[in-house]
């Protein structure tokens, strides 16, 4: 149920936070989002997440969702959901370094693998099942952590063409995490910033480019301001948190809304990697490319080359960086525990072809980690 904290928000607030909205009844859980509204991973994400749950609990817990930075935004969700401002939230961990320091380590590997199927699989199998320390930062925030998805590989959109490594020479490229090296390693200057923010620093030329998916020409805007797209495979995200309620919330659940919320994450982490990855990709990249105009290009060996020796250097650095910035004290072992958990999942969602298959997807998700979960440990 919301704090009371919310209650009081939404009922001296609710013309401006909640639009179209009379009231939050008793039933209505808060999510909290810095992520577009109307994006993919609202609409086809969390709204049908929620509406699973209120299916699998007859109507006694439902999500209002409120996206669009209107209560938290990607920097404050973590800490929304700590002091109870909202009672379920979007969390990106490379927004909150210090406090998910041990989350951030398998943020790091971003260059290591590119399909969304296997990423998901292996991320939170480690996270829920083999690193207490990674759920240890959700506890510590009053959060818990149910489940993350991963995209598709990142690629650069720029105001400019950029065909080799020598034309990203001098560029000052958004990126986060792990991936400023990355842009450092081509000899850009990498430039932190969350993505919404990015699509103003664009259109001013205050940066070059962004380093993002398809999926953001539409969901952020960068359509609008740049014109063209490099495709090269440059890092998949993984952990995006987008399944983490607040501890009063949890708390307040009863065992069975509790299991549904559980029981409801498996399909809604395949839809994340089928709807919001594989397929809205090639929908949003026709509509740039017919539309906005858009003119995509694929990087050559030089970059292939790049990324190799990158990924050889990174597999040392993450974790001594970690260990020494973040003071993440078992930084190898969660580092090389993604890294073992990864093949297995590579292995299956290429047999199985998991990322084009969602109730297959699922029905993997449900029976090598959720059903393994124990609730009372959460």
């Not at 598709?152 to 986060?176: H, S």
């Not at 065992?255 to 399909?267: D, H, I, L, Q, R």
């Not at 709807?275 to 539309?291: F, M, P, S």
């Not at 020796?309 to 597999?315: L, Q, T, Y």
């Amino acid at each position: 149920m919301p704090s009371k904290v919310l209650h009081g928000l939404v009922a001296g607030a609710a013309a401006t936070l909640l639009i179209g909205v009379t009231g939050v009844s008793a039933k209505e859980l808060i999510y909290g989002a810095g992520v577009p509204a109307r994006g993919e991973q609202m609409t086809m994400g969390m709204k049908t997440y929620s509406d699973d749950l209120a299916k699998a609990t007859n109507g006694s817990l439902k999500l209002k969702i409120v996206a669009g930075s209107q209560i938290v935004t990607l920097k404050s969700a973590l800490a929304g959901l700590r002091d109870g401002t909202i009672d379920a939230g979007f969390i990106v961990p490379t927004f909150t370094r210090k406090e998910l320091k041990h989350v951030n380590v398998i943020y790091d590997t971003e260059v290591f693998g590119t399909d969304p199927a296997a990423i998901t699989g292996a991320a939170n199998e480690t996270i829920l099942l083999h690193c207490p320390s990674c759920m240890g930062d959700f506890k510590a925030n009053k959060a818990v952590y149910l489940g993350s998805f991963g995209n598709n590989d990142k690629g650069l959109i720029c105001r400019k063409e950029v065909k080799t490594v020598a034309d990203v020479k001098g560029l000052k490229i958004r990126a986060v995490g792990a991936t400023t090296r990355l842009m450092a390693a081509m000899g850009a200057v990498p430039v932190v910033m969350g993505p919404p923010d990015a699509t103003t620093a664009l259109e001013r030329g205050t940066i070059d480019c962004v380093h993002a998916v398809v999926t953001w020409l539409k969901n952020f805007g960068y359509w609008d301001v740049a014109k063209y797209m490099l495709e090269t495979p440059m890092g998949s995200p993984r952990t995006i948190s987008d399944i983490v309620f607040g501890r009063r919330a949890w708390d307040a659940m009863s065992m069975a809304e509790k299991k549904a919320a559980v029981g409801a994450v498996p399909m809604h982490l395949a839809r994340m990697v089928y709807r919001y990855n594989v397929e809205a990709d090639g929908r949003i990249k026709e509509r740039a490319i017919k539309e906005k105009h858009v003119t995509f290009h694929e990087g050559g060996k030089d970059f292939h080359d790049l990324l190799d020796n990158f990924r050889k250097k990174e597999r040392v650095l993450i974790p001594k960086l970690d260990r020494e910035k973040l003071g993440v004290t078992n930084a190898e072992e969660i580092f090389e525990t993604f890294l073992k958990t990864l093949p297995k999942w590579e292995k299956v969602a290429k047999e199985k072809k998991l990322k084009y298959d969602m109730n297959a997807m699922a029905a993997i998700y449900k029976r090598e980690i959720y059903d393994k979960l124990d609730l009372s440990k959460l």
